[in-house]
C-alpha cells in the first residue's frame, strides 16, 4: 500500500513515484528491525486511455528525467 505519492510530467510523459513498505504488516510495531524499517521508491508510468488516467505499475518502460523548468 503507498503512503505517499508524487506526480511528474516530462514532455507528454507522465509518472507517478510512490513509497511502499515491503514486510509490513498493519498496526504490528513490536519489531523496530529492518523488516518494519524498509521502504520502497517504485515508480509507474501514466497513461490515458478512453479518457481515463492509469497506470499499470508491472509495465515495464524507459525513465528518462530532464531537470525542472524554472
Known sequence: MPYLSRLVVQGEEGYI???THPGRIHGHHED???VMR???IQVAR???VNGVL???RDQEFELHLGAEDG
Open 17 to 19: 513515484f510512490y513509497f
Open 32 to 34: 523496530a528491525g529492518y
Open 38 to 40: 524498509r521502504s520502497s
Open 46 to 48: 501514466l497513461e490515458v
Open 54 to 56: 492509469i497506470c499499470d
